[in-house]
């Protein structure tokens, strides 16, 4: 198969945005207790934190973190995980089953935080609470200090505030899972509220209402529209989730995956834009896409939870293949391609709990391989995001129709005077020689070349092989008289950096 692109600077969307490459650490299984955290680990620092995970999560070149949850947030109380930690409580977390034992809260989390060099999402509880909790959260996170609340950090050890810009109002309230779900008038009306009052304490901050919980909501497309009806003028963005999985054997709708998110970004964009257009407003809601990944849920439902009421048990932890690497690949292309809209993007989750990173309890970390893909864009992405035109063959799919073979994105930073092309090549069965015509753009040769490819596309990594699947360099790859060329194998992704 043969396949043209174009890359041209004028095809510009909008600068690269850092925020892009979040992630997402939920109290949930075993992100938190033996992911991030772990005391008697032989690799602990000082403050219980795996050294090993936290080395990984830099490698995987993580610029942000949502925190702590998830369904987990919508029945947890904060100051539970606060003060002296031999005085706070075991509690029961009804939305995983599992025992909470508060020995990680948001102290600690601000301090990994730091040493990770990322910067903190906080998301407030609106499934069994309100305004009130919300801005005494709010107080204690991020006022200087000589109130009730601020000083209460101080006396934690923390007089520095944290400094939280960016905060979710609540997670998933439109899901009949969430404890405290509502309808969209209801969460609206709460959402809003918390809003205006926590823009009474900080007018700078970036407030993030809840989409759908996923496309294929019985609400979607009305809950963003009755929830911005009532909460547009007080908010920033508001969030998509999205988890996609092979289903049945279908590896061409999976491998078209991205296809699903353009379009889901596409269908929420327009909505906020259609609620500003009934007000006369030029305001631009973002989306934060603050969950996305791979995430084989019909295993999970068949086995439901596993847990009776056990601290930090196996929950979804699910082991990815090559193809999964090659569609989160893919999911990032969509994320970048889609920069002027997509303010926040946070894969979920960071560890063990469907993550990149893997870790055993007193044993090793090690890169899954999908950790490849989002370390690569990461690390590469930089100055602007171009668009790239495609002109290449179609695959029927059974789920998202006739969709290209290839997908790309481009970054091009002028100062670095650096070119980065990421592509994935989505047929099942044939390698696909791709040309690009670079349009003028200064190319002088191939810096860098990647591609995550398997002759066995179920190939996955393991404790006992935990470099199984890595990128390679890519095999056949030319520059000559601006055009680049390359093969690109069946079920592949592949990153080429040119200076
Ligand atoms: O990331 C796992 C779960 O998926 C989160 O807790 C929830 O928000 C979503 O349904």
Request: aromatic fraction near 8%; include cysteine; proline fraction near 5%.
């Amino acid at each position: 198969l043969n396949a043209t692109l174009t890359i041209d600077p004028a095809f510009r969307v909008a600068p690269v945005n850092r925020r892009t490459f979040g992630s997402f650490v939920e109290h949930m299984g075993r992100c938190v207790y033996t992911g991030i955290f772990e005391p008697d680990h032989p690799t602990a620092d000082e403050d219980g934190f795996r050294k090993d995970v936290l080395e990984l999560t830099r490698e995987l070149g993580v610029s942000l973190v949502r925190y702590p949850g998830g369904n987990f947030v919508s029945g947890y109380r904060w100051e539970d995980g606060v003060g002296p930690v031999d005085q706070r409580p075991r509690r029961l977390d009804p939305a995983w089953h599992s025992i909470e034992t508060n020995e990680f809260g948001l102290g600690e989390f601000a301090r990994w935080a730091r040493k990770a060099g990322v910067e903190p999402m906080m998301a407030v509880n609106l499934g069994t609470r309100g305004v009130q909790e919300a801005i005494d959260l709010l107080e204690y996170a991020n006022h200087p200090g000589g109130t009730r609340w601020s000083r209460l950090r101080h006396e934690h050890g923390s007089p520095e505030p944290y400094g939280i810009a960016l905060w979710c109002l609540g997670n998933e309230l439109d899901g009949p899972w969430q404890i405290g779900h509502k309808t969209a008038r209801e969460y609206g009306r709460l959402a809003a509220e918390t809003a205006r009052a926590m823009r009474m304490i900080d007018g700078d901050l970036e407030l993030v209402a809840c989409g759908s919980s996923g496309s294929g909501m019985p609400t979607f497309g009305s809950w963003e529209a009755e929830v911005l009806d009532e909460a547009f003028d007080l908010v920033d963005h508001i969030s998509c989730h999205a988890y996609y999985q092979e289903f049945d054997g279908d590896l061409s709708s999976f491998l078209a995956s991205a296809v699903d998110m353009d379009r889901f970004i596409a269908a929420v964009t327009a909505t906020a834009d259609h609620v500003a257009a009934k007000r006369g407003s030029r305001k631009r809601i973002g989306v934060s896409f603050d969950e996305w990944n791979v995430w084989y849920q019909s295993r999970h439902r068949e086995t439901g939870n596993p847990t009776d009421w056990e601290v930090a048990p196996r929950i979804i932890e699910d082991e990815y293949n090559v193809a999964d690497a090659v569609v989160v690949g893919n999911l990032l292309i969509s994320l970048l391609r889609n920069t002027d809209r997509v303010a926040v993007a946070c894969q979920a989750q960071l560890a063990n709990v469907i993550a990149p990173i893997r870790s055993e309890p007193g044993g090793d970390a090690w890169r899954q391989t999908t950790f490849h893909p989002f370390a690569l864009t990461s690390r590469l992405a930089s100055g602007e995001v171009l668009q790239v035109r495609n002109s290449s063959p179609s695959v029927r799919t059974a789920r998202f129709g006739e969709v290209d073979v290839v997908d790309a994105v481009a970054t091009h930073d002028d100062d670095a005077g650096t070119l980065t092309l990421f592509v994935v090549n989505r047929s099942t069965e044939d390698d696909l020689r791709v040309t690009v015509d670079l349009r003028g753009l200064a190319a002088h040769e191939v810096a860098e070349a990647w591609t995550v490819h398997d002759a066995d596309v179920r190939a996955t990594n393991t404790e006992q092989q935990p470099d199984r699947v890595t990128p390679h360099p890519t095999a056949d790859v030319q520059l000559t008289a601006g055009t680049l060329a390359a093969t690109l194998p069946a079920v592949s992704w592949t990153a080429i950096r040119l200076t």
